[in-house]
């Protein structure tokens, strides 16, 4: 037997397979970094928990945890009562959606309370742009403003508005970790893709004038399923649920 050949064949053997292994490694720990790039507030073990289920959190992790209270107040609804959309007097160009001075500028005679209103992306849909009602920066994830559009021009809309009459207790709301930590045990499917994580209010809406919303965090996936964290209680509730609603409270981590 050739010795010297042999172990020349050893070592160039070892030397791939360190090669080999060395960049597996930094392969994994890439993947861990990349994972990890918006989950720095959430417990290692829920961290673990979500690359075990190949959960991916592309959202920010919003750090602010304000005192708010529930909102009680009039509706007044377009939306939720399905009705036809009322059509502009001139469509306007669509572009004027991402400008919000300039829609009011053209439509703001048109559309009550336009200025109160703000663009989510996240919930438009092909030819309609939706927007939320805004109440002390925060929106209301129920009242919304829907901006019909089609050939790139906006042409009519829906809208719901509201009179407040009233407002809750203050309480310091639960941080959007400990809510998302929470679906990651709970609730969220293999494979999840968190894409959007906002702080505003929520509530059922009952078929009544008198309304009632809840500080909520909204939790949106890539495949359109949106979950609602009651930010006092923990309180789970989803939209777009194949399975129905889900309930729940959010757990400490």
Do not use: C
Not at 104 to 128: C, F, T, W
Not at 203 to 229: C, H, N, T
């Amino acid at each position: 037997m050739d010795w010297g050949r042999a172990k020349s064949v050893l070592i160039i053997s070892f030397l791939m397979l360190n090669v080999l292994l060395g960049y597996q490694l930094w392969n994994d720990i890439r993947e861990q970094l990349d994972a990890n790039v918006n989950s720095a507030e959430l417990p290692q073990d829920k961290v673990v928990l979500m690359q075990q289920k190949r959960i991916t959190l592309s959202a920010n992790l919003p750090s602010d945890t304000p005192k708010l209270g529930d909102l009680t107040y009039l509706l007044h609804s377009d939306v939720h009562q399905k009705s036809k959309p009322t059509e502009l007097e001139t469509p306007v160009d669509s572009a004027l959606n991402f400008n919000k001075q300039g829609l009011i500028r053209a439509i703001g005679d048109e559309v009550p309370e336009l200025e109160h209103y703000v663009y989510d992306l996240h919930n438009s849909r092909e030819g309609v742009f939706v927007h939320h009602r805004m109440v002390d920066g925060r929106p209301m994830f129920n009242v919304k403003l829907e901006l019909y559009n089609s050939n790139l021009k906006i042409t009519g809309y829906l809208q719901d508005r509201i009179e407040l009459i009233g407002r809750g207790e203050e309480k310091q709301v639960l941080p959007a970790a400990k809510v998302v930590a929470s679906l990651i045990e709970t609730y969220l499917k293999e494979g999840s893709v968190i894409t959007d994580i906002q702080l505003g209010y929520h509530g059922q809406i009952f078929d009544s004038e008198k309304q009632v919303s809840a500080p909520s965090w909204r939790v949106m996936l890539e495949d359109g399923k949106i979950f609602y964290v009651h930010a006092i209680s923990g309180e789970v509730t989803t939209d777009g649920a194949e399975d129905g609603n889900a309930e729940g409270g959010a757990k400490s981590g």
